[in-house]
């Protein structure tokens, strides 16, 4: 490692030896909200948690909540067809939202107003107006809604926003996503990602987000301005897609995109230059990158959804004004970062009303789902659009 490495991982160390506070004198009585492939990961959390009980569950599926505690044999939780009877007849403190996209507005913002803090689960939401009305809920309730990024919580992705932060590549101007899947269309159980009705979004908001939150976060959430977006189904609609999976009739079901492009202006002459896909005759739609005036960071092509590279990052810059290569040393996460993202927001919910914080806040998400939501808009009008997001 050179001096310029060391000095970069001496900085985040620091950050690292912060050990959050926990008192377990009260058990915080907690609630999950769809009992589907996800829900497990929260709940599976929630039960390693000393200083948490869940309470009770919900699915929309009669028998679902009940055969979702039954497989760990757990006892005393209690289950409900859906969120509203969850909320008004419990005290709850918190719940997950592990709904798909099109119910993730409507029960974050009846926790809102039943003054229940929320985790909820990526993407925030499927358009923009209802971003716009979960943050209005949020502000009126005074309690924290948080939006369930577990990549945050990564070490390598913190770096990338060590670095950026850190000035050496100068004013950024420029970011490129990467990545996507060849044939990745998720169907693991059943069409919830695919259906118009259950996703309302597909690649763009499923991994897109992730992609656009990598970024974004990166240099701080620039105010989205104006988007000239791309959508495509090539892969879902067509029934050979399927063959292998014995599921042809899923091409019928699929309503959402499987592919989305964008060039997006951001606040302070920023270039978003987006690219996703569940789907596509590629490995990859390549590295991301940012440019600075100072320097460049090259981020692999990377399943950004898990939260990790397989390979370092690399930043160039010119030294003695020769153009030099360097690798970032890859960094272990001390937890997993699934469990750092749910025990974040039990740690802030502890600290009690206007105390706690959001760990992955509202006010950043509102620009990933602008920008989402400007992809598809733009997309259907077939033209560039400016993004215009509400007073809240
Ligand atoms: N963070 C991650 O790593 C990660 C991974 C997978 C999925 N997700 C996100 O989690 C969400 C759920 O994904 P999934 O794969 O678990 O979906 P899923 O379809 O397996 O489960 C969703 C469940 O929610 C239930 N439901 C819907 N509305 C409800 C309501 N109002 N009240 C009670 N139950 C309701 C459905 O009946 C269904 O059982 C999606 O938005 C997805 O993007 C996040």
Redesign the pocket.
């Known amino acids: 490692m050179n001096e310029r490495d060391n000095k970069l991982l001496d900085l985040y160390k620091e950050d690292m030896i912060q050990e959050a506070v926990v008192t377990t004198d009260k058990k915080l009585k907690v609630g999950i909200?769809?009992?589907?492939?996800?829900?497990d990961?929260h709940l599976q959390e929630y039960l390693r948690m000393e200083d948490v009980e869940v309470v009770a569950v919900?699915?929309?599926?009669p028998g679902?909540a009940e055969a979702f505690i039954a497989k760990d044999n757990l006892e005393g939780i209690r289950c409900y067809?859906?969120?509203k009877d969850m909320i008004d007849n419990e005290e709850l403190d918190a719940v997950s939202i592990?709904?798909?996209?099109t119910?993730?507005a409507?029960?974050a913002i009846y926790a809102l107003e039943h003054g229940v803090n929320v985790m909820l689960?990526?993407?925030f939401t499927v358009t923009l107006e209802e971003a716009v009305a979960v943050v209005r809920a949020e502000k009126k309730s005074g309690k924290i809604l948080t939006v369930?990024?577990?990549p945050r919580m990564s070490e390598n992705m913190k770096m990338i926003k060590r670095i950026i932060d850190s000035g050496e590549l100068g004013d950024i101007y420029y970011l490129q996503a990467g990545g996507g899947r060849r044939q990745g269309i998720p169907t693991?159980?059943?069409t919830?990602?695919i259906e118009k009705e259950?996703a309302g979004i597909g690649a763009v908001?499923?991994i897109g987000s992730y992609s656009i939150d990598m970024l974004m976060n990166a240099v701080g959430y620039p105010k989205p301005l104006t988007v000239s977006g791309y959508t495509s189904n090539f892969f879902g609609t067509d029934p050979e897609y399927y063959a292998k999976k014995n599921h042809p009739e899923y091409a019928e079901k699929f309503g959402v995109d499987d592919f989305a492009a964008a060039f997006v202006r951001l606040e302070g002459g920023i270039i978003l230059d987006f690219r996703i896909s569940w789907a596509m005759h590629m490995d990859t739609s390549g590295d991301a990158l940012i440019l600075g005036t100072k320097g460049g960071l090259r981020i692999p092509s990377t399943n950004c959804?898990n939260g990790d590279f397989d390979k370092p990052l690399k930043v160039y810059r010119n030294v003695a004004g020769e153009p030099m290569c360097y690798e970032v040393p890859m960094l272990k996460n001390k937890e997993g970062i699934?469990h750092q993202k749910i025990r974040s927001f039990i740690d802030e919910v502890k600290k009690g009303p206007g105390k706690g914080k959001a760990t992955i806040p509202t006010s950043e998400i509102l620009y990933n789902q602008a920008i989402i939501d400007g992809i598809v808009k733009s997309a259907e009008l077939g033209r560039e659009i400016e993004i215009q997001i509400p007073e809240i």
Request: proline share 8%.
């Open positions: 909200i769809g009992c589907g492939w996800i829900a990961g919900a699915d929309l599926v679902k067809l859906n969120h592990c709904t798909y996209n119910q993730h409507g029960p689960e990526k993407p369930g990024f577990q693991p159980f059943g919830s990602f259950t908001g499923d959804w699934f």
